[in-house]
């Protein structure tokens, strides 16, 4: 895996996790609350969600690349 592939897999898994990621512990504003829309999150937390998507991809990822070095998975055409 070169320096370019394992940064473009990081991107991807991070990007994957974080959608995973996003709906855990979410609550609605309450009713009547100016300057929300129906849908709004009252606390959405972003900074700790990204915080902790960080860490799964960077776990996911390395898992990823002992898989690669031990040739159980290959981004090389057969």
């Known amino acids: 895996m070169t320096w370019f592939e394992g940064i473009v897999a990081y991107v991807i898994i991070w990007w994957v996790v974080i959608f995973a990621v996003l709906p855990f512990g979410v609550q609605p504003a309450p009713k009547g609350d100016p300057g929300y829309a129906a849908g709004a999150p009252a606390n959405p937390r972003l900074a700790l969600k990204a915080a902790v998507t960080t ?22 055409a057969p």
């Open 55 to 76: 860490a799964v991809a960077a776990l996911i990822w390395l898992g990823l690349y002992a898989a690669v070095r031990a040739n159980l998975v290959s981004f090389r």
